[in-house]
């Protein structure tokens, strides 16, 4: 049997044990048995500019009652929302209780590297991390995750991921909910995997590394297709992908659009009207829902179709086919039932903020980065191991290696980056940096998802983004550009800068 033949049999053989269940599971629940959209305690900062956190251990029972080892901040799994306040400086206090290393990155904050939280700055078992955020950019919804190089993936999937919202206080003028919980709803999307007792189980297989992993139930806030009671008005889903790997494709089962209002970095002039939104793992969006009319809606997610460029065309052949067969249909991943009760916001806003400016189109230097996989072979063949056990993946030929600066770039310079993938799509996050999206899937212009500023791009063969560098990194605590399929991350696609 030839490696070819090989890699592709041995992918569509794992994949009829990860994906058949997603396909089969949730349709069939009895909606009076499915528990309340859990809602993430809300940390405010605004007044105090203090925020205390503590990596720990916790056992957390998912939809079976069996508990699960798993890992939160401040709780046994996921962590708080915290919100603050542009043009204030938040002094951090992060215990790490576990019984490893960890570090936790602020993925969408605009901070100096000292403070982004990379793999530099891991944190010792029972040491404290405090670095000061100073908050200086528009309001956004970022969030905060583990960064632990080779364990991010790991640490992320059993509870280490949380959200960080920045506020400005006009969002009255603006027309927006922002009553947390009662009119603006944080959803942090996850797919997870259960053993037969209905435990947390991650278990790499071939087509795990290879591919990311993909779990067989979609949770959100830790709830398994959970119910989501709200007021009969309009109301704002704050839309974050904390999966590991899996893309969505989001819609509403009746039909009714979701309102754009923002992206990763920022809100968008008008709102967007759109019947259906791909999120990427990483990537956040923020709409507005009208449930003015009072009748309960269902928000279902298309399947991941994520099977590869032309460069996998031949070797996933067999594999597209299966997944096309077996996940027709889409999947439930939370249900609406709006109330008798109306909230403060009963119509959809005009305009949001100011027109964005024009992308760039002069820069200080172009960079052209090609998203690499199986480095130095085939897995399990005599190919090199990553860090995760799996495939050694790389940027530009070469595998994350912690002592080397990929490259360094001048304070306040624009740059032009190109990158491409002939392997699967990836979504590419660069820390410390918003850019604009100036084309993507092959030259294309921008689909909607890429508009305004982003953090995180998903690179379905080739996207072209102009990058601004506002915020320094030195050599010993650099920023990092990445893909955030999360295994894949770990097994070296994954790269330094500095910025001076």
């Not at 349709?27 to 809300?42: I, K, Y």
């Not at 039909?255 to 992206?263: D, E, K, L, N, Y």
Request: glycine letters at 12%.
């Amino acid at each position: 049997m030839d490696r070819r033949r090989f890699l592709k049999g041995s992918l569509a053989t794992a994949a009829a044990t990860t994906l058949l269940p997603l396909a089969t599971q949730s349709t069939r629940a009895d909606p009076g048995d499915r528990p309340s959209l859990p809602l993430p305690n809300l940390i405010d900062v605004k007044k105090s500019g203090r925020l205390d956190l503590v990596a720990q251990h916790g056992n957390h029972s998912f939809a079976s009652g069996n508990p699960s080892a798993t890992l939160g901040y401040n709780q046994d799994y996921l962590g708080p929302v915290v919100r603050a306040r542009r043009g204030q400086d938040v002094a951090v206090r992060l215990l790490n209780d576990l019984q490893e290393p960890m570090a936790t990155h602020w993925h969408g904050l605009l901070v100096p590297g000292e403070a982004d939280g990379g793999p530099h700055q891991a944190i010792r078992p029972g040491g404290v991390w405090e670095p000061v955020l100073s908050i200086d950019q528009p309001p956004s919804t970022a969030w905060f995750h583990a960064h632990t190089h080779p364990h991010t993936a790991r640490q992320v999937y059993a509870g280490l991921a949380g959200v960080f919202q920045i506020d400005d206080g006009r969002d009255d003028e603006r027309g927006l909910p922002h009553q947390h919980g009662v009119d603006d709803f944080t959803l942090i999307i996850q797919d997870r995997r259960f053993d037969q007792l209905g435990r947390l189980e991650y278990r790499l297989g071939m087509f795990d590394r290879m591919h990311g992993f993909q779990g067989d139930h979609i949770l959100v806030n830790g709830a398994h297709y959970p119910r989501a009671r709200m007021p009969r008005s309009v109301v704002r889903l704050r839309l974050l992908n904390g999966s590991n790997a899996r893309i969505y494709h989001l819609r509403f089962d009746d039909g009714r659009p979701m309102h754009v209002i923002a992206s990763d970095s920022g809100y968008w002039p008008q709102p967007v009207a759109a019947d259906e939104l791909r999120l990427a793992p990483g990537e956040r969006i923020e709409v507005l829902v009208d449930f003015r009319d009072g009748h309960d809606a269902r928000l279902v997610t298309g399947p991941d179709q994520n099977q590869g460029g032309p460069g996998m065309m031949g070797m996933m052949s067999g594999l597209r086919s299966f997944t096309s067969s077996v996940l027709e249909g889409d999947t439930p991943v939370l249900t609406f039932h709006p109330g008798s009760k109306k909230a403060a916001i009963d119509q959809l806003p005009e305009t949001i903020d100011d027109e964005l400016p024009a992308p760039p189109t002069a820069f200080a230097r172009r960079r052209h980065l090609t998203l690499d996989m199986m480095l130095g072979g085939m897995p399990m063949m005599g190919g090199m191991m990553g860090g995760s056990g799996g495939p050694t993946m790389g940027i530009n030929g070469q595998p994350f290696d912690m002592q080397r600066i990929n490259a360094e770039v001048g304070l306040g310079a624009t740059e032009h980056w190109t990158i491409e993938s002939n392997m699967l799509m990836h979504p590419f996050h660069i820390h410390g940096v918003r850019f604009r999206v100036l084309a993507d899937e092959l030259g294309r212009t921008p689909r909607l998802e890429n508009r305004g500023y982003k953090d995180t791009v998903l690179v379905d063969g080739r996207a072209e983004i102009a990058v601004e560098f506002t915020q320094p990194a030195s050599r010993e605590t650099p920023f990092m550009y990445h893909c955030h399929i999360l295994e894949h991350e770990d097994a070296g696609m994954m790269g330094h800068f500095s910025v001076s």
